[in-house]
């Protein structure tokens, strides 16, 4: 078998995070959280964003020990066995590879706004019409193909792309905030500041396409195998995205606020339809050029995006297939080009059953976000876990404080599952279920090998999972429950609660086969202890 190549430096890691990060969450999370939380929206995304660094740095620590391809589904079978491995990796790829379609339709839903006759028939209310459809499986296509052939093409694409992505934001935060802006609309008489209260604030993080935005932080840990210095690489690509992004996004939500016309605003700031939000904007405004070079970017800015999902998504495949979770073919790569083809072609497949499924960018940006909070919870875990059972390790990248920032993203996460809302959180927690037979088909094959064991470490998964379910259901009605549980005291529940299961996760982790292959990647990368102390 052909290992995967590095080739790619601190720059076109960066690029990739960013690439992933910046893609139609700009277009669409200012109108969407705007929507929900009015002015106060510009807490939604600096609140998600530390979240999400939080979360991010456990698995710079995780990423630094641990280069390789697809690494995000596999640290929490390295410490707790196929189970938990199993869910946690089965959540990071529906969340990741649904973002490829939604690439896709995000930028069709913005060509709808064209002043065209023919792009009015892409789209039919929220949904993608047949036409609309075939439009978005040939932009599949091309993210396809700007993959199939190498890793370093695709690096050149995404970084010019990533290029062109960072400057029209923010060609668009001066062009509109100086052509109308509107400062009064932050205090509205009828609105205020916080319209929805701040439970408002916390579901726009939860379910506006914010969690979903900064979602990307992921794709320079799935590509560290590619990385030529991961232990620099990774955590100076994870941070830099990051940080520049929630500079970009929170200047977006500022400009978007400020330039709505305040009639509309008077009106309620949900009630504000939009098909194509800046763009909308600039033509109100009178800024045409604004408008087309907008239109431009609804391709370039979601197909960035596309493209680097893409090719991280088969990297998860083929992290999945050798943790023992798919078929054997999927973990193949191409001899010459050095990509994992057949991975690719599934996930082809499974973006086009996505693209049927669910035709509005919305409503996949939702599942999108559950799905990823529930896979983010196992990197604090596993990052505590391996300081507990794999002490011996090396570490180029060791947190300090990672004692406390651990817990907090955990706590952290589970408030955003809880935001997101009753049935939402009960709807993703199925999805979760489908996955279920694949990994007893793989057990029943190796004749339930470590099963109990794997089981036993997996009780605290599965109780949160069940657990959270049900207090999102009997919880605050702000939050869609039904008010069993107060507002207010919810929050301290979800603490309390937290801290229940972490605690019990981390203690719960084994030295399982799995750990084993974690040492020999280790090893791999940075030599034996006694290799270290030679050189």
Same mark, same amino acid.
């Given at each position: ?29 200012? @109108? ?12 939604? @995304? ?5 979240? *999400? ?66 792009? $009015? ?43 062109? $992505? ?31 209260? @701040? ?31 991961? $232990? ?95 078929? $054997? *073919? ?38 999108? &976000?559950?799905?990823?909070?529930? &896979? ?42 809880? @935001? ?10 199925? *999805? ?48 869609g429950g039904i008010n069993v549980i107060k507002y207010g005291w919810d929050f301290v529940f979800l603490v309390v609660l937290s801290i229940i299961f972490y605690y019990w996760g981390v203690k719960s982790a084994w030295e399982n086969q799995y750990l084993k292959e974690a040492e020999d990647v280790n090893q791999k990368a940075y030599g034996t202890e006694q290799e270290r102390k030679i050189v």
């Amino acid at each position: 078998m052909s290992s995967i190549k590095r080739s790619m430096g601190t720059f076109s890691l960066m690029m990739t995070g960013l690439g992933s990060i910046i893609g139609s969450g700009w277009l669409f999370g200012a @109108w969407r959280a705007a929507g929900i939380a009015g002015p106060a929206a510009i807490f939604s @995304w600096i609140i998600g964003m530390i979240v *999400i660094l939080f979360i991010a740095l456990t698995y710079a620590e995780l990423g630094s020990m641990f280069p390789e391809s697809g690494g995000m589904v596999r640290y929490a079978q390295y410490t707790h066995g196929s189970f938990v491995g199993f869910i946690a990796a089965w959540a990071n790829w529906i969340a990741i590879v649904s973002v490829i379609p939604t690439e896709a339709i995000a930028s069709i839903q913005y060509m709808h706004s064209w002043p065209f006759a023919w792009t $009015k028939s892409l789209m039919n209310g929220n949904d993608l019409t047949l036409f609309g459809i075939v439009l978005v499986i040939v932009l599949l296509l091309i993210y396809f193909f700007l993959n199939y052939w190498t890793v370093q093409l695709f690096s050149r694409a995404n970084n010019i792309i990533t290029v062109f $992505k960072i400057v029209i934001p923010l060609l668009t935060i001066v062009g509109i905030m100086t052509a109308g802006f509107h400062p009064g609309n932050f205090h509205l008489p009828s609105q205020g500041f916080t319209p929805n209260g @701040w439970s408002g604030v916390f579901t726009a993080v939860a379910i506006s396409g914010i969690v979903f935005s900064f979602n990307g932080f992921q794709s320079p840990i799935n590509m560290a195998g590619e990385a030529r210095n991961p $232990k620099r690489s990774i955590p100076i690509a994870i941070i830099g995205s990051l940080l520049i992004a929630v500079i970009i996004y929170v200047l977006l939500q500022i400009t978007f606020i400020g330039a709505v016309n305040p009639s509309l605003a008077a009106k309620g700031w949900g009630t504000i339809q939009f098909s194509s939000p800046f763009a909308n904007l600039a033509i109100a405004l009178g800024i045409n050029w604004l408008a087309i070079v907008l239109y431009l970017d609804a391709f370039v800015s979601p197909s960035g995006t596309g493209t680097t999902y893409t090719a991280t998504t088969a990297r998860m495949i083929y992290g999945m297939e050798e943790n023992g979770y798919f078929p $054997k *073919i999927f973990g193949k790569i191409h001899p010459f080009y050095g990509v994992p083809r057949p991975a690719m072609f599934f996930n082809l497949v499974v973006s086009l059953i996505f693209l049927f499924l669910f035709r509005g960018w919305g409503a996949l940006a939702e599942i999108i &976000s559950v799905a990823t909070i529930i &896979s983010y919870i196992c990197g604090p875990i596993s990052v505590m876990a391996l300081r507990r059972i794999g002490v011996h390790l090396r570490r180029p990248l060791r947190i300090k404080g990672i004692s406390i920032i651990a817990p907090l993203g955990f706590i952290f996460a589970t408030f955003i599952l809880y @935001w997101a809302r009753w049935p939402l959180t009960g709807e993703v927690m199925f *999805i979760m279920i489908i996955g279920l037979p694949l990994y007893f088909y793989y057990q029943v094959k190796n004749k339930w090998a470590g099963f109990r064991k794997d089981l036993k470490a997996s009780g605290w998964l599965i109780v949160y999972l069940i657990v959270m379910a049900l207090f999102s259901y009997i919880g605050s009605e702000k939050f869609g429950g039904i008010n069993v549980i107060k507002y207010g005291w919810d929050f301290v529940f979800l603490v309390v609660l937290s801290i229940i299961f972490y605690y019990w996760g981390v203690k719960s982790a084994w030295e399982n086969q799995y750990l084993k292959e974690a040492e020999d990647v280790n090893q791999k990368a940075y030599g034996t202890e006694q290799e270290r102390k030679i050189v």
